[in-house]
């Protein structure tokens, strides 16, 4: 569970939010992808400086969703940081997860869904909350699990 009171730890007014990263959860259809997905293994995380909800709503026609509805799985706020550098450390963290594979749009057209990852939601979020926090460098991925692990 996300622990909303650590999170928000020392935030005041003059914080400013910078946008927020965000984990999705896709309603594919893809074959291709579902086993992760009954799994609950096939997890987006990303940037966006709007709402999510906004930034989602033509999940079903953009590639970038697996042109497939989405279920907003978390949200977290960046204050006082680059979110897109935040987001590019969580993939550069999470680069052996990374769904590695070429899927054909609707339109024909071969795309490569790089910000998908083969990790179940608490530790996507786990993931993202550490980095947010800057301790991330007291765990590793366990490549057996899919999961985080705390060093030491």
């Known amino acids: 569970t996300v622990d909303l009171e650590a999170m928000f730890a020392g935030v005041t007014h003059k914080d400013r939010a910078m946008g ?3 984990v999705l959860a896709s309603e594919t259809k ?3 992808l579902a086993e992760l997905k009954r ?3 096939l997890v987006k995380i990303g940037y966006s400086s709007q709402s999510v909800e906004e930034r989602v709503k033509n999940a079903e026609t953009d590639p970038t969703y697996l042109e497939a509805p ?3 799985l978390a949200s977290i706020d960046c204050f006082n940081l680059n979110p897109q550098k935040v987001e ?3 993939h550069a963290f999470l680069s052996r997860q990374r769904i590695s594979m070429t899927l054909i749009s609707s339109k024909g057209v071969p795309y490569r869904p790089m910000e998908w990852f083969s990790v179940d939601r608490d530790t996507a979020i786990a993931v993202a909350q550490h980095i947010v926090a800057g301790d991330i460098m007291q765990y590793r ?3 057996t699990t899919g999961r985080l692990r705390r060093l030491g």
């Open 30 to 32: 893809a074959p291709e």
């Open 39 to 41: 799994q609950g293994r």
């Open 88 to 90: 590019h450390l969580i």
């Open 141 to 143: 991925m366990d490549n």
């Open 70 to 72: 989405v279920r907003i």
């Open 20 to 22: 927020c990263i965000y």
